[in-house]
């Protein structure tokens, strides 16, 4: 009896110490998230990732990792993006965290252009591969190696074999392929290249876009270009109008001062109009619709520039659009100034766009 009693107060010491270091654990590593999240707060990355992977060898929770992966977006380390990318895919549900898993991938689609790829077949298979002493980070396919741009030594070695080194010059969005056969211990004849240089392949192996993602950037190419042609057609009417303008004038310089009120100049002021605002309209939901990972692709300094030209052309717009009093005797030529002004406001309407789109997305 005082034997089982020393085994039962033994196995409870065992768990409950085991439980009191995991509740230890998981405070150490909630107070270093918290950490994490002030310094991303005042944007000092390096420290708020330091903080973050502390925490994650600790307790590894989705909400740490997800932030990981954003933290190193923005320290510009696409390698350690995907890997975070695919630890989170590794302990998330892909129904309980589909929001999460969605938005780190959308993160991994916009690092790959920024990464190189290399496809390698070894020989024999159980060779080991190293990159830059460490472990490689694999792609979806695990043949195909991920590289940041810049130099790396690739290390292969394996029981019984030589142990092979190559120094790999890797440029970002390029793809190649590469075969190393180990020679055997005993034979040394074997010589293999000290360097190679990924060339830029007709295609990479990047995952592809999504269905969605080739219908929005589809539907955004054609709602651009109607808009641009539409726009257009409404300055080819008022090019015309200003020319049959002054040919009234010249012709009847006594009647101009009523060329505003023939029905050419009526038709003429319709046509601009109507082209105007729709071919405005047709480009701006064009910008709306293009897809988020190209909205975060694109450089921040493009949404300052098209927000300062597009609020200019606005008031430049509204400027001219203003209609100026009639006064007898006064040329008509003054009413295609308000169309003028109306091509400008409706210009205006994509750079506009821009912004919101970058807001929303």
């Known amino acids: 009896m005082v034997r089982i009693a020393i085994v039962l107060g033994s196995l409870f010491l065992f768990f409950g110490s085991a439980a009191a270091q995991s509740s230890t654990a998981a405070l150490e590593a909630k107070s270093l998230f918290e950490q994490g999240v002030a310094q991303s707060e005042q944007a000092h990355w390096a420290e708020a990732a330091e903080l973050f992977e502390r925490s994650c060898r600790l307790v590894e929770r989705p909400a ?40 780190a991938l959308e993160a991994e689609a916009r690092a790959y252009p920024r990464i190189a790829q290399l496809r390698l077949a070894l020989s024999p298979p159980e060779a080991v591969l190293t990159v830059d002493r460490g472990p490689p980070l694999h792609a979806r396919d695990p043949h195909v190696v991920l590289l940041s741009e810049g130099e790396h030594v690739l290390t292969v070695v394996a029981p019984g074999y030589l142990p092979v080194s190559h120094t790999v010059r890797a440029s970002a969005g390029t793809s190649a392929e590469l075969t190393l056969q180990l020679a055997r211990s005993d034979d ?3 010589t293999l290249p000290l360097a190679l240089k990924l060339p830029t392949p007709p295609e990479t192996l990047a995952p592809a876009a999504p269905p969605a993602a080739r219908g929005q950037r589809r539907a955004a190419r054609v709602l651009g270009a109607l808009g641009a042609g539409v726009w257009l057609g409404g300055l080819a009417s008022e090019v015309l109008a200003l020319r049959r303008a ?43 619709v293009v897809p988020q990972e190209r909205v975060h692709k694109a450089p921040r300094a493009l949404t300052w520039i098209s927000l300062g030209l597009g609020l200019g ?26 169309e003028a002004g109306m091509l400008l406001a409706a210009a205006a309407l994509p750079m506009l766009a821009w912004p919101l789109t970058v807001v929303w997305k």
């Open 64 to 103: 740490t990792v997800l932030n990981l992966v954003f933290v190193y977006e923005q320290l510009d380390d696409p390698i350690a993006l995907v890997r975070s990318v695919q630890r989170l895919i590794a302990i998330t549900d892909p129904e309980r965290h589909l929001a999460e898993r969605k938005r």
């Open 188 to 190: 040394t004849s074997a």
């Open 246 to 288: 002054h040919s009234v004038a010249e012709l009847n310089p006594e009647e101009a001062g009523f060329t505003n009120a023939t029905d050419g100049f009526i038709r003429a002021r319709r046509a601009v109009i109507g082209s105007a605002w729709a071919g405005g309209i047709l480009a701006a939901t064009g910008v709306l």
């Open 313 to 338: 052309l606005a008031a430049a717009g509204a400027a001219l659009a203003i209609p100026a009093p009639e006064r007898i005797g006064s040329s008509g030529l003054f009413w295609p100034r308000s």
